[in-house]
Nanobody, 123 residues
Framework: EVQLQASGGGLVQAGGSLRLSCAASEYTFEDYVIGWFRQAPGKEREGVLCISNSDGFQYYADSVKGRFTVSSDNAKNTMYLQMNSLKPEDTAVYYC????????????????WGQGTQVTVSS
């Protein structure tokens, strides 16, 4: 079973940057779709960025296009979410997740989840 662990959250001022990490227990990035999701207080969990290295599937939420990017270090089984030009509305708990079969960026399609990491952007 794939185990994921997200880290790197924190408090940052608007306009700043953070890099989140998603460490996997085994090599997953070729076989799985990896998704980053977030959930703000009182809101539903939403897809931020989902990517498949096997078939080129990519999804970026409109709200993060041009600001968030993803990269990976296969030797470390780790994927990174680089978040730039952060806004207060980016404040949320961020999760990474993996799916073996989906080509959508919706939470219900993802079987494996890491624990969340809090991102707080102050104005």
């Amino acid at each position: 079973e794939v185990q994921l662990q997200a880290s790197g959250g924190g408090l940052v001022q608007a306009g700043g940057s953070l890099r989140l990490s998603c460490a996997a227990s085994e090599y997953t990035f070729e076989d799985y779709v990896i998704g980053w999701f977030r959930q703000a207080p009182g809101k539903e969990r939403e897809g931020v960025l989902c990517i498949s290295n096997s078939d080129g599937f990519q999804y970026y939420a409109d709200s993060v296009k041009g600001r968030f990017t993803v990269s990976s270090d296969n030797a470390k089984n780790t994927m990174y979410l680089q978040m730039n030009s952060l806004k207060p509305e980016d404040t949320a708990v961020y999760y990474c997740a993996a799916s073996y079969y989906t080509e959508q960026c919706i939470p219900e399609d993802y079987e494996y989840w890491g624990q969340g990491t809090q991102v707080t952007v102050s104005s």
